[in-house]
Structures are given as C-alpha cells and as structure tokens.
C-alpha cells in the first residue's frame, strides 16, 4: 500500500492568501554578475586573498572593469540573494598567459583567463569552490569560440585545480610583488563534439 493510501486523511496544509510569502528569492542560484555586483564580490575577494598572501587579484575598479566588458565570463552563487561564491574570467588571445591578461579582455580571443575564484567565509570547506568551478566549466562548453580555460595560482592551490581537471603548464611568466604563480590549463571539449552529434 502507498504512503498515500495507507493515510487518506492527511490533507495538504494550505497558508491562507493573507500569510502566503511573496517575492521569495530562490534558495540556490547561479548568475553571470553584472557590475552592481562589484562591491559584494570586492569585499570577498579582498578578504579571501588579503589575509592570506596579502595581494588581491583584482581591485575594484578592476572588478567594475571586467564586469563591464564580459559579464557573460562571470558566475556568481547566490543563496537567498546573497552572494557566496564566485568566478570573473576575461578572454585572452593566446594559450599562455603573459602580463597584458591581467587587465585586457580581447573579444576575439579563443582563451579564458579566469582571474579569481572565491568563497565567501562563513561558506567555506563546504565543496562550494569545486561545485562553482564544475558549474563554470559546462557553461564555457556552450561557447563555441572558447578552446581553453587559463589560470595562475599560488604552489598550494595547484592540487585544488587539479582535481578540477587543469594540468600544470609550468611557471607562469607574470609575477606580482613577491609572488611567483604556476599556470594551469583547461582544454573546453565538448561544444564541437555536440555540434558533431547534431542534425542540423
């Protein structure tokens, strides 16, 4: 017998129109950013990298900048509205990393820088940077004219990448202050293979 016939009595509790919540925000949601959404994502990163190396991969103006030029390379995780995790990628016009990817975005490029991934604080060590960089990854595989995904990071990050599926390229050629940075690499397989198995 099911649940429902084993307890036909039980009916659905209804909350009276008066009571009902209107304009809810969606528990969970993914979202390309938009420059409004500079100053939340600042204050993140600059939490998540200043206390710990002591540099910011973007500022804010920087942040505006990218937001402004490709909001579409961009993803934002929201819960209940609020910002919790993100990415901000641009497009470079070559395979390797070299100091002008830090502040240009070439719009025939075929190479996604992603400058910066971060995680709000109090949603940390709770698998929400591989989920974004999963969700992010199948997103770039519906752009057509994205081949590779790039990124530089500190020696301790590259296991974290790697379980994304970025293989380590060698030093990066950039450094900033004192830091040196290994670069990784993500081949974008997948929308040549849809467009393969079409019937169009």
């Not at 039980?10 to 100053?39: C, M, V, Y």
């Not at 919790?84 to 502040?103: C, H, K, N, P, Q």
Request: charged share 20%; glycine share 6%.
């Amino acid at each position: 017998m099911s649940v429902t016939g084993a307890r036909p009595f039980l009916k659905p509790i209804l909350e009276s129109p008066g009571r009902q919540r209107r304009h809810t925000l969606p528990a969970s949601e993914f979202r390309p950013l938009n420059p409004q959404d500079a100053i939340s994502v600042f204050e993140i990163e600059r939490e998540a990298f200043i206390s710990v190396s002591g540099e910011c991969p973007l500022h804010l103006d920087e942040v505006r900048h990218f937001l402004t030029l490709c909001p579409e390379l961009s993803l934002g995780w929201f819960e209940q509205g609020r910002l919790v995790a993100f990415i901000i990628g641009s497009l470079w016009d070559e395979d390797r990393l070299s100091e002008g990817a830090l502040t240009l975005h070439k719009p025939d490029g075929h190479t996604v820088h992603i400058h910066v991934l971060a995680v709000h604080r109090t949603f940390r060590q709770q698998g929400k940077g591989p989920i974004l960089m999963w969700r992010y990854q199948q997103y770039l595989r519906c752009l057509p004219y994205v081949r590779l995904a790039v990124l530089m990071c500190e020696e301790d990050l590259v296991p974290f990448y790697k379980k994304s599926g970025f293989k380590v390229m060698g030093p990066c050629s950039i450094t900033v202050a004192h830091l040196t940075f290994t670069e990784m690499q993500f081949a974008i397989a997948g929308h040549a293979l849809m467009r393969r198995n079409s019937q169009f």
